[in-house]
Antibody
């Protein structure tokens, strides 16, 4: 079982870029057995998949966010990151990183505790 | 995108009684080549991340009590809690991983009657 921990600013101003990092321990993000994902949850609402990074370093992001999302990884440090540009209040959410099974969309068997990011001036 | 619709939105069940949550997908999530349903269930308690309960529609994750069971195929699925315990109070989500983007149902809140 992997342990995942999100880190990054809890407050971002409108129009700026949200940046978060997920640190993975107890497993390598270079493993072909898993993918790694970002998921968010607005307060009191449901879950939205943001994007996936594969062991190859390639990524796939939600088309609804695609133009604003960048996911990258530092394989040597077992970390992967999320950048979401031009944020608005609608991007206020708990952001989770998680481990995904290597299926098409993947199911998510390990999650970080999540970090609340508030977009406000 | 595949739309996942859960019913009901909330339910209240007496301790020890059975709770049933339904999930319907807008298209089949059964992959014909391997006969697997790409459907998972999660439990989320307040202030916690979701926890995987069931994958492949009916395979229980390691450590999940056997009072939780998943069933269904194609577009219609069910999560059942055979004998509700106080610690089962939570919001439950279904999720399809048949294609990308993976999508979740809106959630079902389970409470004690």
């Amino acid at each position: 079982q992997s342990q995942l921990q999100e880190s990054g600013p809890g407050l971002v101003k409108p129009s700026e870029t949200l940046s978060l990092t997920c640190s993975v321990s107890g497993g390598s993000i270079r493993s072909i057995s898993y993918y790694w994902v970002w998921i968010r949850q607005p307060p009191g609402k449901g879950l939205e998949w943001i994007g996936t990074i594969y062991y190859s370093g390639s990524t796939y992001c939600n088309p609804s966010l695609k133009s604003r999302v960048t996911i990258s990884a530092d394989m040597s440090r077992d970390q992967f990151s999320l950048k979401l540009s031009s944020v608005t209040a609608a991007d206020t959410a708990i952001y989770y990183c998680a481990r995904a099974s290597p299926e098409v969309g993947g199911y998510f068997d390990d999650w970080g505790q999540g970090t609340l990011v508030t977009v406000s001036s | 995108d595949i739309v996942m619709t859960q019913s009901p939105d909330s339910l209240a069940v007496s301790l020890g009684e059975r709770a049933t949550i339904n999930c319907k997908s807008s298209q089949s999530v059964l992959y014909s080549s391997n006969s697997k349903n790409y459907l998972a269930w999660y439990q989320q308690k307040p202030g916690q991340p979701p926890k995987l309960l069931i994958y492949w529609a009916s395979t229980r994750e390691s450590g999940v009590p056997d009072r939780f069971s998943g069933s269904g195929s194609g577009t219609d699925f069910t999560l059942a809690i055979s004998s509700l315990q106080a610690e089962d109070v939570a919001v439950y989500y279904c999720q399809q991983y048949y294609n990308t983007p993976p999508t979740f149902g809106q959630g079902t809140k389970v409470e004690i009657k």
